[in-house]
């Protein structure tokens, strides 16, 4: 499904811009979009890693966590699946929490490649550079930069870095790392070309299997959304309190999944929703509005690029409704002052 064709309807705004709706009406808002969401079956569940084609393609659960720690939910929240590549916008952001600005820009990159997620060709014609942490060979890259005298130790800081998001101690789906690791032939190869051009300095075998398991890691819709608040309330996760990274890092991390966040769609993505996000090949997908609240959706049925068909109308309707979009805005004039 293309952006352009999200099926959103005749959407009336609770807010422009400002402040976060009450938390009846988000409650309201996000029903319905749930129930016009459900009402698509377009889409087809991933399986080229196989255990994830025995994911039930009817799943479909929605949540919005404001700033305020409110947690506004409908459907299957509760229904556990495996972060995939989301994780990389979490890892990404405990990367420049560690080493900074700089080092992390100068080695990982923040362009969108225009290219699918897994290219290798991208790495090529950029003289071996990753191109932007979203897509797989920046996700190695930023994983092999991450602090620790070993591959366990980076797990570990990974594992409880997230956990830290989540607000909830998260843990691995073994059997989904088994299944990813029996079929990533292909993030092996982009490790290799990476460790080629200097790009990786440990070993690109350890970078990769420790990047399985980070996108192995079980979360639920809810857990993505208060990661998303997370990142919207400045690194502060708005359920604990808990401070998870700086105001800084946060801006980083959503200037790149505005960039990059859907790869070679984000742009449509943007244009239509309005909002940094970043989807996985589970289901899953995350949606930030910066200073108001984190979205997420999960749903297993995926259009051509890999992103949940009834995710993105779900978050195209709340963005509407709830005047989430970042580019939004009326005129300061009031009506009357208008000739």
């Known amino acids: 499904m293309r952006q352009g064709e999200l099926d959103v309807g005749d959407v009336g705004q609770i807010a422009r811009t400002g402040a976060v709706p009450p938390g009846q009406d988000i409650d309201a808002v ?52 495996s972060i995939q590549s989301i994780s990389k916008a979490f890892v990404y952001a405990l990367l420049c929490d560690a080493l900074g600005h700089e080092e992390v820009f100068d080695v990982v990159g923040v362009n969108n490649t225009g290219a699918a997620f897994n290219s290798v060709v991208a790495i090529e014609l950029n003289g071996g550079h990753p191109g932007n942490p979203m897509v797989n060979a920046g996700a190695i890259a930023t994983t092999a930069l991450l602090p620790g005298d070993s591959a366990e130790a980076r797990w570990e800081g990974i594992r409880a870095g997230l956990s830290r998001f989540a607000g909830r101690e998260l843990e691995i789906d073994e059997e989904v790392y088994r299944s990813e690791t029996l079929t990533n032939q292909r993030n092996r190869a982009i490790g290799q070309l990476l460790e080629s051009y200097g790009r990786i300095r440990s070993d690109p075998a350890e970078a990769v299997d420790v990047y399985t398991r980070q996108c192995s890691l079980l979360v639920d819709a809810r857990d993505l959304a208060v990661m998303g608040a997370t990142l919207a309330d400045g690194g502060v996760n708005p359920v604990t309190g808990e401070r998870v990274v700086s105001a800084d890092v946060c801006r980083d991390t959503l200037a790149v999944l505005a960039a990059s966040g859907l790869y070679e769609r984000s742009g449509e993505w943007l244009f239509e929703i309005g909002l940094p996000g970043k989807s996985g090949v589970a289901g899953g997908l995350v949606t930030v509005a910066p200073g108001k609240a984190g979205i997420a959706a999960y749903a297993p049925r995926l259009d051509s690029a890999g992103n949940s068909v009834r995710g993105q109308i779900a978050t195209a309707y709340l963005s509407r409704a709830l005047g989430f979009n970042i580019f939004a805005s009326d005129s300061h004039y009031s009506r009357g002052d208008l000739a």
């Open 30 to 81: 996000v029903a319905a979009a749930h129930a016009r969401a459900l009402r698509h079956s377009q889409g087809a569940v991933a399986d080229y890693i196989p255990v994830l084609a025995e994911a039930d393609p009817e799943l479909f659960g929605l949540c919005v966590v404001d700033v305020d720690g409110g947690v506004h939910a409908e459907g299957d929240t509760g229904a556990l699946f």
